[in-house]
């Protein structure tokens, strides 16, 4: 028997219903899986929502079904932890005719990596293959886009929301391997600086972000000397 479980969304005459979220990497998802997805919500009479976070919402669940739904689906929940990487989400760029760059690799490598690493608070990332950054890049906590020259530039500290936070520029002019590894470098130095429950935009309000933007400089140009001397 599987051991995931679901959210309580709605109390009514006494009876509870619940809804689970399948992890559905960068939004892209097999035609196959799709189809169980609507199969298994189809025999258990769910109700399917498309989210914004590019994921398959099953709502209106009995509890005691949750544990044969997850068996059937064979498939990981989206969340398991909220202070964490709750989502990576991708533009289909290698699809689109407005992409300056095709970002679905380094997307769904930053997804295969980053997904569920443990934070001081729940942390959203998006890639994005263009400025026009049809995920909502701009207000998510890390930004990964490509700018008009084709060259990745990175922001941080992005929130919508009750306390909405326009994003930060952290650094310009990266190659897809730099911004692999300055998300990297972001991640690791707020987990290791920042207090817990604290969002990476307040961690950013807090010390500044000059000083967050030169401290991450410095990090990566210690890596870019490590990997020359090796």
Partial sequence: MSIHRGNLQKIKDGKRTYGITPHIPGGFITPDKLIKIAEVAKKYKGVLK????????????????????????????????????????ICPANYCKRSKYPTIGIGMKIS???????????????????????????????????????????????????????????IRDLSEDEAYIAVETTLNYYNENATMGEKLGHFIDRIGIELFRADIIKLLEIKGEDKDDN
């Fill in 50 to 89: 498309i989210t914004s976070g590019q994921r398959v919402l099953i709502t209106n669940l009995k509890e005691e079904d949750l544990g044969p739904i997850w068996d059937e689906l064979g498939m990981e929940p989206a969340v398991r932890t909220q202070n964490s990487v709750k989502n990576v989400e």
């Fill in 112 to 170: 295969n990596n980053f997904h569920r690493m443990e934070l001081p608070c729940r942390t959203k990332i998006a890639v994005v293959g263009c400025r026009n950054a049809c995920t909502g890049a701009y207000s998510k906590d890390i930004g990964v886009i490509v700018d008009t020259d084709g060259k990745f530039f990175i922001t941080v500290g992005g929130s919508a929301g009750f306390n909405p936070r326009s994003a930060d520029i952290l």
